[in-house]
């Protein structure tokens, strides 16, 4: 810290609580009913819950998560991309293929022209949100660097790509970005773009073990980073999403870390993080920790991991990414994940070179031949950041998805009309935002289903239209909805609550 702020990070508050707690059933049971009152969680009742692992207790545990990730945001689940435009990076994280040490990576930044390409490969699959993100590359000064990324913002936010069945153009409706901290200059600066939600992962909170993972490079200063949200949020953006990378340290105290951080933003600055990322370590040549994890979160701490932060941090999205294997995803859905990415590549001009081949190769949409074919299972393709788990195209997942009873969302609803930061916490603590999240998310569904899907869809489409329409709060909102409905099935698009 800079000596004049005290570390709202206590390492051992987190480490007594953590040595401290033990399994009781009936606290735990305790804990799990305050929670459906949906007004979070202390750091005790977390430690609790973390806990767990009685198959009793967890199955509750599990079932109160999706009960109230239920009464928050309803039956949607959005979905994003991320668009990686570099792998050039300054640091030397241990866990990290990027990291500044590792000659096995092959290099690349793209150019404008090649960030649109992989911008267009991404509309023609039916993206609309994407997540922007880089290596920390600090050549630049912090406002140089912020600056190019208002550059390259902009450039994706103009692209405009055809609608395969000729229905207008798409674009992009939200960029959100993950890139290196910047000073209060830089985060103005930054804003100026119009980016939705600036995520930045903590990675271990645990300042001891942050020093032993990031031995070189700005990424070392545990302060810098640990105080990037507020300098974000003072330089007035509202929306942040925090993380930690399960893996490096105890899982408990990483939790309770998020907790903390959340509870300082929120006495801060009236408003806690937006988003929560649970990104567990996978393998990645050339890093160390990755190839051989140092605290392996097993799949049973891994649930109770993203159920006890929906219980704690009920009215805040939680994000899963294509990290985790297919069938693991499928069950959290379940449980508390309220945002997942799809299709993911990790490697800068992946999307542009897979869209390429899958053309050549005359496959259907969805159906990639050739590379591109060979892209999505080969583990970790040259130039990632680390392997994925889930392979399935975006289609794939969205058809899954319906098939489960969920709706595929790829609103930006509440950011244009001005629901963020505090605006949108006061509907979504209360459970009032779920009006809007349900009629948005089957709104852009509706688009996908007539714009990109085959028609295999049409019939967990229809079901799931009358599904979600049968069980919204009043006559008013239903007719609402049904009239927006054909709207989209008469070719408007982008309608929103």
């Avoid at 805040?316 to 069938?327: A, F, N, W």
């Avoid at 259907?364 to 399935?392: C, V």
Wanted: with cysteine; aromatic share 8%; glycine share 10%.
């Amino acid at each position: 810290m800079d000596g004049t702020k005290k570390c709202f990070i206590d390492r051992e508050k987190i480490g007594n609580i953590v040595a401290d707690s033990r399994p009781d059933r009936d606290a735990i049971r305790r804990a799990i009913a305050k929670a459906m009152e949906l007004k979070g969680l202390g750091s005790e009742e977390v430690a609790l819950l973390l806990n767990a692992d009685d198959p009793e207790l967890e199955a509750e545990l599990l079932e109160a998560a999706g009960k109230v990730k239920e009464l928050i945001y309803g039956r949607r689940l959005v979905l994003f991309a991320p668009l990686y435009i570099g792998n050039r990076c300054s640091n030397d994280c241990l866990y990290c293929a990027f990291r500044a040490s590792n000659r096995e990576l092959m290099r690349r930044d793209l150019s404008l022209g090649e960030i649109e390409l992989e911008v267009r490969a991404l509309l023609r699959e039916g993206h609309k949100r994407l997540l922007v993100l880089a290596g920390e590359d600090a050549s630049e000064g912090d406002e140089a660097t912020a600056a190019r990324w208002v550059e390259v913002i902009r450039h994706v936010y103009a692209v405009r790509e055809p609608l395969p069945r000729g229905r207008g153009e798409a674009s992009v409706k939200r960029v959100n970005v993950e890139i290196a901290p910047l000073g209060l200059e830089g985060f103005r600066i930054l804003k100026t773009a119009g980016i939705g939600t600036y995520a930045c992962f903590q990675e271990t909170y645990d300042s001891e073990l942050y020093r032993d993972f990031h031995p070189r490079g700005p990424k070392a200063d545990y302060a810098w980073r640990l105080e990037v949200m507020d300098r974000a949020m003072e330089a007035g953006i509202e929306d942040v999403g925090i993380g930690a990378l399960f893996g490096l340290g105890d899982f408990r105290f990483e939790v309770l870390g998020m907790i903390e951080h959340a509870r300082h933003l929120e006495a801060s600055f009236g408003c806690g993080p937006h988003t929560v990322s649970v990104p567990r370590i996978e393998p990645a040549p050339g890093a160390p920790a990755a190839m051989q994890v140092p605290r392996s979160v097993s799949d049973g701490e891994f649930r109770r991991i993203v159920a006890t932060l929906r219980l704690a941090l009920p009215w805040t999205g939680i994000i899963m990414s294509t990290r985790e294997r297919e069938e693991l995803r499928d069950e959290l859905f379940r449980y508390g994940v309220s945002q997942i990415s799809a299709g993911s590549r990790t490697n800068p001009g992946a999307y542009a070179e897979e869209d390429e081949a899958a053309q050549t190769a005359g496959a259907p949409r969805g159906q990639e031949g050739g590379a591109a074919a060979a892209g999505r299972t080969a583990g970790l393709a040259a130039g990632s950041q680390f392997q994925l788990g889930d392979h399935r195209s975006l289609e794939e997942i969205v058809t899954k998805l319906a098939a489960m009873g969920y709706v595929p969302s790829f609103c930006t609803g509440c950011y244009r009309k001005g629901r963020v930061g505090a605006d949108f916490m006061d509907l979504a603590k209360p459970g009032l935002i779920k009006r809007f999240c349900e009629p948005n998310a089957l709104f852009t569904f509706a688009e996908y289903v007539k714009d990109f899907a085959g028609p295999a869809m049409a019939a967990p489409a229809a079901s799931l239209k009358a599904s979600l329409l049968a069980s919204l709060p009043d006559d008013g909102t239903r007719e609402r909805t049904t009239e927006a409905l054909a709207r989209v099935e008469a070719g408007e698009r982008d309608i929103y609550f």
